[in-house]
């Protein structure tokens, strides 16, 4: 490649040392959420309070929704190695923006044209940003500003990708001052150490990022040896489970680490973050054959759409829960109206994934990274 320019395979996620049960776990995940949100889109029957099983059933399929943590550890682990694999945190940053913004800007400016139809509000809420408008709003989102500002999110799935955006934000600022050698090393640290704990205090989801950081910077402490990577499952099952009882996502509570703690979660929520740490070592172990389910075609291919998928899939339901409860008006707590609305959704969703994975993420993201003439990343070893 020539001096100045992205490695064109950080974008695609096929880097150097691409890992398949990596990509697979993405694909898993994925369809993790995807099933949470179909049993929770309101057509799907409500489980009866007398039926144990049924209601361990619907805890099951609740802790669903943590495979949003899942994808935060992912992005752990591969954000130490993309720091890596770059000559400048600059260029690091780069690489990060065109891996999101490809696909979130078109994504969002198609919401703000469709937001009316959608249900939404022309304006914001009262006393958010008095007197700002409409495009206003839209321009905030498209730089995942929502929820940081008292803005509505034009997207249900923003959230995520702001988090997203201050751990690389942290990670590229943490680059920066553990190598500034102006600063004796032991300070440069503990500003390190006291940044972390005051963010991961505030926002304990966070933990979850430490998981695929630790497993990336410590590959000669973490990885098991092969008699035990069957525990890769067991351990992420145990992760969402232990993840919802603790609701260290915080998404019903609003709690910081402080509110867990004190209210007796500190034991879950160390065993979740272990259970991350060995479901994550066990995975991206060199080698490893943990989990075979990942690395099938559908996982495989799930994965390197997951992006997309992720983003689509949500809006493809507005629509399909509409078009279902018109032709089943009393569609709702309906079996068979609940799998045609996973059926027409599922395949809606995969074909617009596949489609913006091709030209928004991949052709978009090159058109840009050559005009853009970014900075050449360094060569990494391989994690496969």
Known sequence: MAAGSVDPQALSGHATGFNANVNGLRGLCVALVFVFHVASSGLAPVPAADSTWQLLLAYGVGSMAHGVEIFFMISGFVIVLSLRRH?????????????????????????????????GQALPQPGAF?????????????????????????????????????????????????????????????VVAVLGTLALWHLPVALCFLIGV?????????????????????????????????????????????SLLRHGQ??????????????????????????????????QRLGTIS????????????????????????????WTATLVFAAVSLALSWALSAWSWRWLEQALGRWLRHKLAAVKPRPSASIA
Request: aromatic share 12%; net charge positive.
């Open 307 to 334: 992006y997309s998928f992720y983003l689509w899939h949500l809006l493809v339901m507005f629509g399909a829960k509409r078009a279902v409860l018109r032709v089943w008006p009393d569609g709702q707590g309906n």
């Open 266 to 299: 500190a034991l879950p929520l160390l065993g979740a973050l272990l259970a991350g740490v060995v479901g994550l070592a066990c995975l991206s172990a060199p080698g490893s054959r943990a989990m075979p389910l990942l690395r099938t075609a559908l996982l």
């Open 130 to 190: 008095s007197g700002s408008g409409w495009l206003a709003v839209v321009a905030a989102n498209l730089v995942l500003l929502p929820p940081l500002l008292p803005l509505p999110m034009l997207h249900p799935a923003s959230w995520s990708l702001t988090i997203e955006w201050l751990f690389y934000l942290a990670a590229a600022g943490a680059a920066v001052l553990t190598t500034w050698d102006r600063v004796p090393a032991a300070a440069r640290w503990f």
């Open 87 to 119: 000559a400048s945190v600059g260029a690091f940053l780069v690489d990060r923006c065109l891996r999101i913004f490809p696909l979130w800007m078109p994504l969002v400016l198609l919401i703000g044209l469709l937001w009316p139809w959608m249900g």
């Open 214 to 258: 630790a497993v990336a910077l410590a590959p000669q402490w973490l990885t098991p040896p092969p008699r035990w990577q069957w525990l890769a499952a067991p351990a992420l099952v145990l992760l969402l489970l232990l993840w919802r009882s603790v609701d260290a996502a915080a998404l019903s509570t609003g709690a910081d680490l402080f």
